[in-house]
């Protein structure tokens, strides 16, 4: 039997793989300084004259990280389950990983950079079947790379809207010249009105186009100018436990499609909605996640007004709910029309239905358009995924970990709440947001280097080699953090 905190599993829901969590790491966080030490407060200062180094938290030892573990310059470990925001997908160092460019094809795959878009390698083709291709979602044979999880969603916007105005060509790919030199003032038609919708809360990246749709945080947008004929719905909010507020959730889903279907109605005049947006689980927002019924209507309200349906499954993609993609949970009628990716998958792209195939060369195009070390990478992690059976290992250690983190709740219900989410894609509420960023301090000086989102959430985003045994630290240091609080 393992114990998870009081929650016991049997081992016979644990997998018979030896997994990859096997690797030499420390057996438990170890703080030596204050954080920040002062090491970590000496190239704070050096960064900071030169840069907004602000966000800086702690500088880490990457030759000394280690699995599950971060080492920061002051030589403190902590167990880390944020990893890099939510972007390892196998811990630190892994040992597949660092051999991956032992043979020296590989080696000058990396060295010699293209620009993908014109000048591929002989290999490229195979790669990309042999390793983006195999994780496709189903029935989505198509695929762009691109370098981050914001200019791939720009990109997918873009790709909607050719689509969008292909559609009103009735299929011409000829541009008027009325197009041709509108577009050159940024004015309509050749730059047309056009739409895309996103939710409240929704995260999709910082350029300007995926900055439009992000709707988390003002401090995000200031000072950008925007479209401003870009509709925003809202997205449910939860209350719980799930199971003792089915109805009054169903009726939020109902609430927050109906005002969907509105908005794209409404906005026909205005500025059609060419493309809506979503993520599976609302994250940077603060964990905020829907019903599979409420993403199956929102994909037939989007079917049926013609309006492209785009999953953005940056930083729920690749394992860590469970299954390859959070979307899969959802039993959707059919494949959505884009989804895409970045973060743990290593690159950045998206894969899109054949319609969706710009209609002419150089229209979706960067110069490097990814890069062919991070492919060789992430064919090495999704080797180890499936040899390891890792997404199985997420499903038996998210469900330790969220009954653990349910019994701490009843443990101490005036300070915690609404403990949510997929496989170890989980978060749960702080009484307050005071009390959320307190915790997050010191569970940081307990020896565990967390995340958070929205106003008072903690969120969890441990790589894909977390165990059992991982989520028993966890728990032991969080309760012990709740009684400092
Ligand atoms: O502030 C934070 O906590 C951040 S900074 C970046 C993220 C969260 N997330 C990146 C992200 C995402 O979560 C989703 C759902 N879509 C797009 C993006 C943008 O990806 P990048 O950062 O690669 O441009």
Redesign the pocket.
Known sequence: MLRANGIFITKRLLPSVKYSTQIQEPDRPCVKTPMPGPKTQALLRELNSFQQAGSVQLFADYDKCAGNYFVDADGNTLLDVFTQ??SLPLGYNHPALLSAFQDEHSLKSMVNRPALGVFPATDWPERVRNVLLTVAPRHMDHIFTMM??????ENAYKAVCFWYRTKERCGSTEFSDEDLKSCMLNEPPGSPNLSIMSFKG??????FG?LATTRSKAIHKLDCPSFPNWPVASFPRYKYPLECFQCENMAEDDRCLAEVQCLIHQYKCICPVAGLVV?PIQ??GGDYEASPRFFQCLQRICRENGVAFII?????GCGATGKMWCHEHFNLECPPDIV?F??KMLT?GFYFKKEFKPPQAYRIFNTWMGDPGKLILLGKVLEVIKNEKLIDLVNVTGQAFKCGLHAMEQEFPSIMNSVRGRGTFLAFNMCTPEARDKLNALLKKNGVLG?I?GEAAIRLRPSLIFTPKHVEIYLDILRKTFKEL
């Open positions: 925001i939510s981050c999880g914001s200019c791939s969603n929704g995260f999709h990246g910082r350029t995926s993520e994250s940077e953005d499954e940056v930083q729920t895409t970045s973060k950045g995340g989102c």
